[in-house]
Structures are given as C-alpha cells and as structure tokens.
C-alpha cells in the first residue's frame, strides 16, 4: 500500500496499467473510482473524493486489502485499505473517548477484546500470540480494582482531566491505532 501511496503521489503512473484487465463494465468503473479516490488523496490539498468501498463490511474490505491473487488492482486495494482505516478509528475514537483518567477502563479493554474477537483471521495473524489473553488479563484486573472505592474516585474527577479523543492520526494501521489505545489505557490504569 505504501510503495502505491507513493508511486501516486509522484504522478509515476499510467491510468491504465492501474485499472482491471477486464470487459466488465462494472469492474472498470469500481478501479476507477478506487484510482481516482487514491490520487484525490495524494493531492495538496487532498481532494475528498468519495470511497467506493464506503460502508462495506469489514470481512469484504480485508478479503479485497488482503488478496495477493491479482484479483484486485492496487488502487482498489488501496481503497478498501482507506475505508477500514476509517472503520477503525471511527472505532477506537469512541472506545477512546470512555477512558478515564484512574477510573474504570474496564469498558476500553472490552471494547478492544471485542474489536479483536470480530476480526477475520487475516487480520488477527498481524498480532503476536497471546495477545487476546493479555488484553483479557487488564480487563479483569480493571474488574477487581472497581468497586466503591473506585466509582467515588471516578465521581469526583474533573471533565477536564479526561483525555480528548483527537489521539488517532489517520495515516495509523488499525494495529498502530490499538497499541495506542493500549498504552493509554494501562498508563492510566496505573495512576
């Protein structure tokens, strides 16, 4: 995806070595708008061109990112790439808008077990071993540290000792975006 990001970014490219080798009217015009999706991205200022992959269900958009038979061109690869990076941090930005600053952040380790559990094998091969366990292993201390104590500490935060949920950058990996998440959550888990 990057060495693509690139290549467009630098006008290196011949419209029709990037669309499908194809008679499907269909096919071409879904290359099309993936091409002309990724080089309105590649412009300063970025043009917003719509994603035709917009909306699509997750398993679809990693089968196409993830498929190494040539079935799909690179922009259209790039474009389902756009979109479940979208996905995500649309994700990750409300589960990160819930934590709290030594509260219970519980919720955020749930969250993030969930995103994980609902992820296509493709995508979960990305992570080391252990890692769904390690992340159930902080939910359930978060789980023993709540409790009265804890909510009276919760109730009497300040709103401005929360943390802003403007920490996703989208130029992240979703696996960059929950080792984000990750870090902010046991760094105030300790606090």
């Avoid at 943390?163 to 998440?181: G, H, I, R, W």
């Amino acid at each position: 995806m990057y060495n693509f990001g690139q290549r467009i970014a630098g006008g290196n490219f011949n419209n029709e070595d990037l669309l499908p080798k194809t008679d499907d009217s269909a096919r071409l015009a879904l290359g099309q708008q993936s091409l002309d999706y990724a080089v309105g991205l590649s412009k300063l200022p970025p043009e917003k061109l719509p994603n035709p992959f917009e909306g699509m269900a997750r398993n679809g958009l990693s089968n196409i990112v993830y498929d190494d038979s040539g079935t799909y061109t690179d922009a259209e690869r790039y474009a389902a790439y756009g979109e479940l990076s979208k996905q995500d941090e649309t994700y990750f930005s409300k589960l990160y808008a819930n934590i709290t600053n030594g509260g219970d952040n519980s919720e955020i380790f749930k969250g993030i077990m969930d995103y994980f559990d609902d992820l296509p094998g493709v995508e979960k091969a990305a992570y080391p071993d252990g890692f769904r366990d390690s992340i159930k292993s902080l939910y359930q201390e978060q789980l023993g540290q709540s409790g009265p104590l804890a909510l009276l500490r919760q109730s009497t935060e300040n709103d401005s000792d929360k943390l802003s949920p403007s920490f996703f950058n989208k130029e992240q990996s979703p696996e960059q975006m929950l080792q984000a998440v990750l870090e902010k959550a046991t760094a105030l888990s300790t606090i």
